[in-house]
DNA sequence: CTAACCGTACTATAAGTGATAGTACAATTA
DNA sequence: TAATTGTACTATCACTTATAGTACGGTTAG
């Protein structure tokens, strides 16, 4: 379920390319199924056609799904991969993150904390998951 | 030294805050010590002083720094202490991080060598200024 | 005191972006 | 055939960013 917050700061047609990336991600909506039609989606999150027509080029021109004028939009058979070399390229993020964070007094046992946290997280939402 | 890049999606005076607060960090600038003035710097850096102004205004607004009309800007006493306590908002953006990448299908182990790097790095940082 | 510098306030303009509304058209599908 | 799909286009409105120019009062150095 996508949720766009008018208010914020963040252009809406970036909040759905996130969002619907994340969904993508997590297997919402899998490689070759349909995404919601323009239109539809565009009534049922309350925002203009035009600019979900925006969000789902962008999610195009980043590989993540591919439209067929009359019948419909779907997710692109190698969005799974594309993901996960964002992920890959988000690792440096992750480490200059560290880096400032370390710089600016925080302990690095602090740090190695905060990610056994996360994997013991991660462990036990895959568990759930091992279908 | 501040690089400003003007063609950048970034705001300019964004990028004027971002850095200034990193020399602040860095004790490139130091507490109770007098920034560059508005005109000054914007001539430097081939901006308008009214951008720069509103940089300014920002910083001071973060209280990172006050200004005093007729003499100058200075940096705040506590710019440090704020600064730390910064770093530990940040620590919740590197546990959002760790478990998206987790999430993603990096190991855990990858993201926690991560750590020890940045942690090796910042440690001969910290023996080469160890003042 | 005076001149030069400081921060600040204000108006005005220009360009760019984000979001909306409305219309239209070709292709696909039931 | 009728409905739905993606797409294209114009137009408008609001907001943000950046610029230019002017002005005023406080501070400081000569």
Redesign the interface.
């Known amino acids: 379920m996508l949720i766009i917050d008018k208010l914020s700061r963040v252009p809406v047609y970036e909040q759905v390319v996130s969002q619907l990336e994340k969904l993508i ?2 297997g919402e909506y899998a490689s070759e199924q349909p995404l919601p039609s323009v239109r539809a989606l565009a009534t049922q999150l309350g925002i203009n056609p035009n600019t979900l027509q925006k969000a789902y080029a962008e999610l195009e021109r980043r590989g993540f799904c591919v439209s067929s004028p009359g019948s419909g939009r779907f997710v692109s058979r190698h969005a799974q991969e594309l ?2 070399v ?3 390229k ?2 440096g ?3 200059a ?10 302990e ?1 046992e ?3 904390a ?6 013991d ?2 462990e036990k ?1 895959g568990e759930e998951t091992h279908d």
Do not use: T, Y
């Not at 993150?97 to 925080?106: I, K, N, R």
């Not at 905060?114 to 994997?119: D, P």
């Open positions: 991600a997590m993901m996960e964002r992920a890959r988000k690792i993020d992750f480490s993150l560290a880096a400032e964070l370390l710089q600016a007094g925080v690095g602090e740090l190695l905060c990610v056994r946290r996360a994997m997280v991660a939402k």
